[in-house]
Nanobody, 124 residues
Framework: QVQLVESGGGLVQTGDSLRLSCTAS????????MAWFRQGLGKDREFVAGISAYDDYSSTADSVKDRFIIARDNAKNTIYLHMMNLKPEDTAVYYC?????????????????WGQGTQVTVSS
């Protein structure tokens, strides 16, 4: 059974940092693009950052550029989202996703596997 499990969310203050992790099990994802999406309360799910299968390309949403960094460790079947200088508008449930493609897409429909999500709350 393929599973993606996120961890690392929590309640932080404005300006703090967090690192989210997403570990895959059931099969190797080293050939898959992976990404982070988020969904705030009452909002649509939005792309945050994506990374290619062999870590030679990454993409980050303009809203988090220069604050969030995506990384992956294929040996651990894990991706990370390093989040710095967090703002209240970053409050959301963060999901990791995997796609059967080399390069990451910004469209959620292009992803085949999803984690259950981890809550990030940033207080002002």
């Amino acid at each position: 059974q393929v599973q993606l499990v996120e961890s690392g969310g929590g309640l932080v203050q404005t300006g703090d940092s967090l690192r989210l992790s997403c570990t895959a099990s059931g099969r190797a994802f080293s050939s898959d693009a992976m990404a982070w999406f988020r969904q705030g309360l009452g909002k649509d799910r939005e792309f945050v950052a994506g990374i290619s299968a062999y870590d030679d390309y990454s993409s980050t949403a303009d809203s988090v550029k220069d604050r969030f960094i995506i990384a992956r460790d294929n040996a651990k079947n894990t991706i990370y989202l390093h989040m710095m200088n967090l703002k209240p508008e970053d409050t959301a449930v963060y999901y990791c996703a995997a796609a059967g493609a080399y390069y990451p897409s910004k469209l959620s429909n292009d992803y085949d596997y999803w984690g259950q999500g981890t809550q990030v709350t940033v207080s002002s």
